[in-house]
């Protein structure tokens, strides 16, 4: 497994944009699919975008379709989820998931490692 750390998360605006991070140790990230998952107050956490192990697929919730970008990099051992035109509804704690698949998942069960979250609010 995996050890996740995310960064980037704070309180911006409607309409702003914010790039989180999420730091991988490990010699074998470069076979793991990362995925973003977030959780807002009350509700349960849901998938949010996936990239592939070698990056050359991603998939989207169709909330972030077309505002979110998922990408890595696997010399930094990083993957990154910039977010653009964010929404009052986007508000959630956001967690870096990793999968040692080589397919792109979706599932919460099939990510084996999880980071501690970091916190995302955007204010009307």
């Known amino acids: 497994q995996v050890q996740l750390v995310e960064s980037g998360g704070g309180l911006v605006q409607a309409g702003d944009s914010l790039r989180l991070s999420c730091a991988a140790s490990g010699r074998t990230f470069g076979r793991y699919a990362m995925g973003w998952f977030r959780q807002a107050p009350g509700k349960e956490r849901e998938f949010v975008a996936v990239?592939?192990?070698?990056?050359?697929?991603?998939t989207y919730a169709d909330s972030v379709k077309g505002r979110f970008t998922i990408s890595r990099d696997n010399v930094k051992n990083t993957v990154y989820l910039q977010m653009n035109t964010l929404k009052p509804e986007d508000t959630a704690v956001y967690y870096c998931?990793?999968?040692?698949?080589?397919?792109?998942?979706?599932?919460?069960?099939?990510?084996?490692?999880w980071g501690q979250g970091t916190q995302v609010t955007v204010s009307s």
């Open positions: 990239i592939s192990w070698v990056g050359r697929t991603t």
């Open positions: 998931a990793a999968a040692q698949t080589s397919r792109v998942v979706t599932g919460e069960a099939d990510f084996a490692s």
